[in-house]
């Protein structure tokens, strides 16, 4: 995957400060939301299998809890560092204030290469960085979930370090874990399922029908690869997809169960039958109706936004798209459907999961698909009412509504002392 020219927290920065100049945000409240309630950086000492011992880096921050507990992701990856975790915490609460879910944001993650670890080395670091934020988290302060490089069986040892020092079973401290250990069902395949739902809104909106809709894919992981799925299953056809290995395309589409099939026993969608290959960054330009950044941020840039060929991008990552792309983008008309939106789905059903637990009453899958289609059509005719009433795009319009939602919060409770 490129590289991201402008830094991730840069980036929320500029989004916040468009939004808070076109609402007229005052000052106080706009500083307020500027900066992270609390950041923690942390040393995680681990011993390795060999018997000699590593300090890994982690870090965990909560940039809002006007609205409730904090809420975000655990990111295992070599690049994460402050600035990345500071930006997706803040998209994180934007993304919570616009689905209309009382959390706040939050992002953690440690700076580490998972695949080169063996499974008892990730537990015994997992343990040892839970055991190093265990003050910061908690199921009535801040509940981490999966992000990148990271699984349901991570948040399954989170929880039970975190209920190992409790002194009893904690399972709302964490969401995106195993059902035997009060996971929900639909959980897994949320925040792709939300993508779908708003992708599906977004045609109805400019009168497109599904049929014929070509759709191109960054990403095959926990976003990307639902997502082939579920968008074949909604009626579009995917011709293109990559992981970090490169892409494949095929105009006539590829077949999402051969597919996964194949990605199942060699590791990667490279090398698939009917197929040809092709770079990440080819992938970007494909021949296509939408494109789904379903990878990491910046992947959209000055540099390569002018070669896009899809009419609608539809962001599943986290911001996949530097301002300066996003600027390009508008002047060339195309829709950018934006990821505190799109992505949405993965923390409302993270929700869910919560409340499941509190009430030690859990919904069936039908139940949860279905109140996650309603959630997320109500956002996305939010965030569309915002931009047409101020003419502004969907981004914007977005970050508008959430920064409006969270600044209410804030100036409702009041400043403390």
């Not at 950041?39 to 995680?44: G, I, P, Q, R």
């Not at 998972?114 to 080395?121: A, G, I, N, Q, Y």
């Not at 799925?229 to 490169?246: I, K, M, P, Y």
């Amino acid at each position: 995957m490129s590289q991201p020219h402008t830094s991730p927290w840069d980036s929320a920065l500029a989004q916040l400060d468009e939004a808070a100049e076109i609402m007229q945000l005052e000052s106080g409240v706009h500083q307020v939301l500027r900066a992270p309630k609390r950041t923690l950086s942390v040393s995680v000492p681990t011993r390795m299998d060999d018997g000699s011992v590593k300090v890994f880096t982690g870090f965990r921050v909560h940039h809002s809890t006007s609205r409730g507990p904090s809420k975000g992701g655990i990111r295992y990856h070599p690049d994460v560092d402050m600035d990345e975790v500071k930006a997706l915490a803040m998209w994180m609460t934007w993304k919570c204030a616009i689905v209309n879910i009382p959390y706040g944001g939050a992002k953690g993650g440690v700076v580490c290469t998972p695949e080169d670890m063996s499974r008892h080395e990730l537990q015994r670091m997992t343990r040892r960085y839970t055991s190093e934020i265990l003050p910061f988290i908690g199921p009535e302060k801040d509940i981490p979930a999966p992000d990148v490089g990271t699984d349901e069986q991570i948040m399954a040892w989170m929880m039970d370090t975190y209920s190992m020092v409790m002194g009893y079973s904690v399972p709302g401290v964490v969401t995106g874990k195993p059902l035997s250990v009060g996971g929900s069902l639909g959980r897994a395949e949320a925040t792709s399922r939300g993508v779908t739902y708003v992708t599906a809104a977004t045609l109805q909106q400019e009168n497109r029908p599904v049929g014929g809709i070509r759709v191109a894919i960054q990403g095959y992981g926990k976003v990307g690869k639902p997502a082939v799925q579920l968008l074949e299953e909604l009626g579009c056809t995917v011709v293109a997809v990559s992981d970090v290995n490169g892409g494949i395309y095929n105009e006539r589409g590829l077949n999402p169960s051969e597919l996964a099939a194949h990605a199942e026993e060699a590791g990667t969608v490279m090398g698939f039958k009917d197929a040809d290959s092709l770079t990440n960054e080819e992938l970007l330009a494909v021949d296509c109706d939408i494109l789904v950044p379903a990878a990491m941020e910046g992947q959209l840039t000055e540099e390569n936004a002018a070669k896009v060929q899809a009419s609608i991008i539809v962001e599943g990552a986290n911001g996949p798209t530097t301002p300066e792309a996003d600027a390009i983008f508008n002047d060339r008309g195309i829709l950018v459907v934006p990821d505190i939106l799109a992505n949405s789905g993965g923390v409302t059903v993270s929700y869910f999961e919560w409340v499941q637990g509190l009430q030690a009453f859990f919904w069936d899958e039908d139940e949860v698909n279905n109140e996650l289609k309603l959630i997320m059509e109500r956002a996305y005719n939010d965030v569309l009412g915002v931009a047409n009433q101020r003419n502004v795009s969907l981004r914007t319009a977005a970050t508008i509504l959430g920064v409006e939602r969270v600044a209410e919060a804030h100036r409702t409770r009041g400043l403390y002392p």
